[in-house]
């Protein structure tokens, strides 16, 4: 069971591991981006069990987005996709067999085999 | 309770049509003469009420891309005129419809089965997130005439000043019969062609007698059931849903091995790796004195091995054939099989599905 994860004020939200956010801060900077960027997460339709994570380093929020600050880097959601993905961890795993950024989704019942795609 | 009636009920009836119900429509099934209409089909040119498959219009930036990540085919890329077939499937690979994707230029349509429609939109607006995108079912304000034969793309053709010879499967243009608009596509039942032209309900009708006046015969659901179970097509009503998967089916030519996932992928992708696809479409035919009907079950050496999905009688020669889900141990064509509840009545496969071809 995957460990959902609350702000302080007790709502649920997105957490992003120390890795993560290394990675993230390294990504950013290839883009010619510093410190003014946020990770943007979301949910698509497709992958093999439904539904799909999205994942783009972006300048600013979008009109909408809700902004989540954790372990120094800016999370832009929109409203929809945080029904989704409410308590979910990102984490990077990393090595040569590492599957790169990976969400621990709290809300996916099911998640197809490359971790990419998940059901609720 | 009566089915539904399709926009052109009144125009068939005049035209002496028979009527009786399938999958929840009240369909011509006859125009009184069977023989005359096969013959129409095979040999020249016949036109069908088809109104009562699915049509659903789909509008917004994100339509091509969301159907590509949901169903089993690649149409992110089709074309203004170019379409393609596709199966939506569970998240187990398990069919919920055969559809027809087809880029019109200012919208996308989709050609579902027969109810399916509300059913396409829901599985479809599950999925939907945060895409551009917006389904409407049009099946009620559209009308579909398909025009089945060898003379049918020079008649139709030529009464929509357009030249359908050359098509590609599923290729389709805007066109104006009669003053009427809408498009045609061209969607073969296999070696036969077939070319389908969708308008405006209220319109339907006067297309309809542009149609039969230039000498087109009407076929009712009968025939039309004998041509597809002649060329082991799938029907929506006994051989695509979710008992099955695409690959039992044999929809081989619409599946995108390459293309990446999309719902169902992984369980599709592992029964053709690892071979595992244990059943098959086939098409049959019986021993003359054999008592068979849709449900009947098959068995080789004492085990059930499968079950008849469609019967139909063939009007030229009054033969019975069918089309079933038989074991891969019983699916070789030749493979002769009982039925199981019929002492000496055997069922032989004559050929394996593949609607699409082989895909690749």
Same mark, same amino acid.
């Given at each position: 069971?995957?460990?959902? =994860? =609350?702000?302080?004020?007790?709502?649920?939200?997105?957490? *992003?591991?120390?890795?993560?956010?290394?990675?993230?801060?390294?990504?950013?900077?290839?883009?010619?981006?510093?410190?003014?960027?946020?990770?943007?997460?979301?949910?698509?339709?497709?992958?093999?069990?439904?539904?799909? =994570?999205?994942?783009? *380093?972006?300048?600013?929020?979008?009109?909408?987005?809700?902004? *989540?600050?954790?372990?120094?880097?800016?999370?832009f959601i929109d409203k929809k996709s945080y029904i989704f993905l409410a308590g979910t961890e990102l984490d990077f795993?990393?090595?040569?067999?590492?599957?790169?950024?990976?969400?621990?989704?709290?809300?996916?019942?099911?998640?197809?085999?490359?971790?990419?795609?998940?059901?609720? | 309770?009566?089915?539904?009636?399709?926009?052109?009920?009144?125009?068939?009836?005049?035209?002496?049509?028979?009527?009786?119900?399938?999958?929840?429509?009240? +369909?011509?099934?006859?125009?009184?003469?069977?023989?005359?209409? &096969?013959?129409?089909?095979?040999?020249?040119?016949?036109?069908? #009420?088809?109104? &009562?498959?699915?049509?659903?219009?789909?509008?917004?930036?994100?339509?091509?891309?969301?159907?590509?990540?949901?169903?089993?085919?690649?149409?992110?890329?089709?074309?203004?005129?170019?379409?393609?077939?596709?199966?939506?499937?569970?998240?187990?690979?398990?069919?919920?419809?055969?559809?027809? $994707?087809?880029?019109?230029? #200012?919208?996308?349509?989709?050609?579902?089965?027969?109810?399916?429609?509300?059913?396409?939109?829901?599985?479809? #607006?599950?999925?939907?997130?945060?895409?551009? $995108?917006?389904?409407?079912?049009?099946t009620s304000s559209t009308a579909m005439v398909s025009v089945i034969g060898p003379k049918g793309p020079d008649i139709? !053709?030529?009464?929509?000043?357009?030249?359908?010879?050359?098509?590609?499967?599923?290729?389709?243009?805007?066109?104006?019969?009669?003053?009427?608009?809408?498009?045609?596509?061209?969607?073969?039942?296999?070696?036969?062609?077939?070319?389908?032209? $969708?308008?405006?309900?209220?319109?339907?009708?006067?297309?309809?007698?542009?149609?039969?006046?230039?000498?087109?015969?009407?076929?009712?659901?009968?025939?039309?059931?004998?041509?597809?179970?002649?060329?082991?097509?799938?029907?929506?009503?006994?051989?695509?849903?979710?008992?099955?998967?695409?690959?039992?089916?044999?929809?081989?030519?619409?599946?995108?091995?390459?293309?990446?996932?999309?719902?169902?992928?992984?369980?599709?992708?592992?029964?053709?790796?690892?071979?595992? /696809?244990?059943?098959? +479409?086939?098409s049959f035919s019986f021993s003359p004195d054999a008592r068979i009907e849709a449900g009947i079950k098959l068995a080789?050496?004492?085990?059930?091995?499968?079950? /008849?999905?469609?019967?139909?009688?063939?009007?030229?020669?009054?033969? +019975?054939? !069918?089309?079933?889900?038989?074991?891969?141990?019983?699916?070789? /064509?030749?493979?002769?099989?009982?039925?199981?509840?019929?002492?000496?009545?055997?069922?032989?496969?004559?050929?394996?599905?593949?609607?699409?071809?082989?895909?690749?």
């Amino acid at each position: 069971m995957t460990t959902a =994860y =609350y702000a302080e004020d007790g709502t649920l939200t997105i957490s *992003i591991t120390e890795k993560a956010a290394k990675m993230l801060r390294n990504f950013a900077r290839k883009e010619g981006l510093d410190d003014e960027f946020g990770v943007k997460v979301g949910v698509k339709g497709g992958g093999c069990s439904g539904l799909l =994570y999205t994942l783009s *380093i972006e300048k600013e929020a979008g009109l909408n987005d809700k902004v *989540i600050d954790n372990n120094g880097v800016k999370v832009f959601i929109d409203k929809k996709s945080y029904i989704f993905l409410a308590g979910t961890e990102l984490d990077f795993s990393d090595g040569l067999n590492g599957k790169g950024f990976v969400f621990q989704n709290p809300n996916a019942t099911k998640t197809c085999g490359c971790g990419n795609s998940f059901g609720v | 309770m009566a089915g539904r009636r399709t926009p052109l009920y009144n125009a068939t009836a005049r035209q002496g049509a028979s009527f009786g119900d399938w999958a929840g429509w009240e +369909l011509p099934a006859s125009y009184g003469d069977l023989l005359a209409e &096969y013959k129409a089909a095979c040999d020249g040119d016949a036109d069908h #009420d088809s109104s &009562y498959m699915g049509r659903v219009k789909g509008t917004g930036e994100d339509v091509l891309d969301l159907l590509h990540r949901l169903s089993t085919n690649a149409v992110v890329s089709l074309e203004a005129g170019q379409g393609a077939p596709t199966v939506l499937t569970t998240d187990r690979g398990r069919i919920l419809d055969l559809i027809t $994707v087809l880029n019109l230029g #200012d919208h996308i349509q989709l050609l579902t089965g027969p109810q399916a429609s509300q059913d396409v939109i829901e599985w479809i #607006d599950k999925y939907t997130i945060v895409d551009d $995108v917006e389904f409407e079912d049009v099946t009620s304000s559209t009308a579909m005439v398909s025009v089945i034969g060898p003379k049918g793309p020079d008649i139709l !053709g030529s009464l929509a000043g357009i030249e359908l010879g050359t098509f590609a499967p599923h290729q389709s243009a805007r066109v104006a019969i009669a003053g009427a608009e809408g498009y045609i596509v061209r969607r073969d039942l296999a070696d036969l062609t077939r070319c389908e032209v $969708v308008v405006k309900s209220h319109d339907s009708e006067m297309v309809w007698q542009e149609i039969i006046g230039v000498g087109v015969t009407p076929v009712g659901l009968e025939v039309s059931e004998v041509l597809r179970v002649e060329r082991a097509l799938p029907g929506h009503d006994g051989e695509l849903g979710e008992s099955y998967n695409p690959l039992e089916t044999g929809l081989w030519g619409s599946i995108s091995f390459t293309k990446g996932c999309y719902i169902g992928q992984e369980v599709i992708a592992r029964l053709d790796t690892y071979q595992k /696809v244990q059943k098959h +479409l086939v098409s049959f035919s019986f021993s003359p004195d054999a008592r068979i009907e849709a449900g009947i079950k098959l068995a080789k050496e004492g085990r059930e091995v499968g079950q /008849v999905t469609s019967v139909v009688k063939v009007p030229t020669t009054g033969e +019975l054939i !069918g089309l079933g889900y038989v074991r891969k141990e019983a699916a070789e /064509v030749g493979t002769q099989i009982s039925l199981a509840e019929e002492a000496g009545s055997w069922a032989k496969v004559e050929a394996q599905a593949l609607p699409f071809g082989p895909g690749g």
